[in-house]
């Protein structure tokens, strides 16, 4: 029996299109026979990516959109059925990490909101436009909600509503698969580890940091765009018929280890001086 990793036929709407691993994810499900619909809230960024995916002779449509938006959401959507048909795959991409560089006690309320709002909720009202289009056409679909190996354990310094908003994500994914499962939804969740991104571009282009993630995993590097495009399209296709509810970490074996990697005096003074305005550095006792 042969695993069926085609998306031949199908529509897929990936979120938070506009760059990074979007782009990525967009182009890997394009490239496995699927119509996509792109989304983002940058225009000009998501045209551009639209421009290429139709130039390698994908079937494309962009439409902005802010995940955090409901009557947004339901829109987008709608114009991906009237499109292509039936949205039967939903990446969730988008994602911020407002409160990154900022020490947790000097996290302000408005960056922590923000975070959870775009990461959780907007994750969240994707999920249930699109599944319950499909739910009351009785069709199948397979969500896939990138989350992260930081939403698998703690993690020192780290951004903690980016951290929260990703734990989050992982046990919606195990409600909605539960909840879904008698009506064909499938629902799991991709937990990349450390990858270029906008998010860590900043600090791949500080060596002490690069180091620092690049000695976090057994493969002692990080990884390439390209190492989470089978992950991807596996949990999306047929070749996943019998998963829901996983979350499937591609991180190099980062989350195989046990213990915490310290910060050292020296990666906390520069971090320090990296972030303006003091919320870089550790309140201490005076």
Not at 76 to 81: R, T
Not at 145 to 166: E, H, R, T
Not at 169 to 176: C, D, Y
């Amino acid at each position: 029996m042969k695993a069926d990793f085609s998306l031949q036929g199908r529509t897929a709407l990936v979120t938070g299109t506009s760059s990074g691993l979007g782009v990525v994810f967009a182009k890997a499900l394009a490239a496995a026979g699927a119509n996509v619909v792109l989304a983002a809230r940058r225009k000009d960024m998501l045209d551009a990516v639209a421009e290429e995916i139709d130039r390698d002779g994908g079937s494309v449509l962009a439409q902005p959109c802010d995940v955090t938006d409901s009557a947004a959401v339901r829109d987008l959507v709608a114009a991906g059925w009237e499109r292509f048909g039936p949205v039967d795959v939903l990446v969730n991409n988008a994602g911020v990490s407002a409160d990154a560089g900022i020490m947790p006690e000097k996290v302000p309320d408005e960056l922590f909101e923000q975070t959870v709002r775009v990461n959780l909720t907007g994750t969240f009202i994707c999920c249930r436009e699109v599944a319950t289009r499909l739910m009351a056409a009785g069709r199948p679909g397979a969500i896939v909600n990138v989350a992260s190996v930081a939403g698998m354990g703690g993690a020192p310094y780290f951004p903690p509503a980016y951290q929260a908003s990703k734990a989050a994500v992982i046990n919606l994914t195990r409600n909605l698969a539960l909840s879904w499962a008698d009506r064909g939804i499938r629902v799991n969740a991709l937990a990349p580890g450390w990858f270029p991104s906008e998010m860590t571009e900043g600090w791949f282009a500080v060596p002490e940091f690069r180091d620092r993630f690049e000695r976090q995993s057994a493969a002692g590097r990080i990884g390439d765009h390209g190492e989470l495009v089978g992950p991807l399209v596996f949990l999306a296709s047929d070749a996943a018929s019998f998963v829901t509810g996983q979350t499937l970490a591609v991180d190099g074996g980062l989350t195989a280890a046990t213990g915490v990697w310290p910060y050292s005096e020296e990666l906390l003074a520069m971090q320090a001086a990296i972030i303006p305005g003091g919320l870089g550095q550790r309140v201490m006792p005076e």
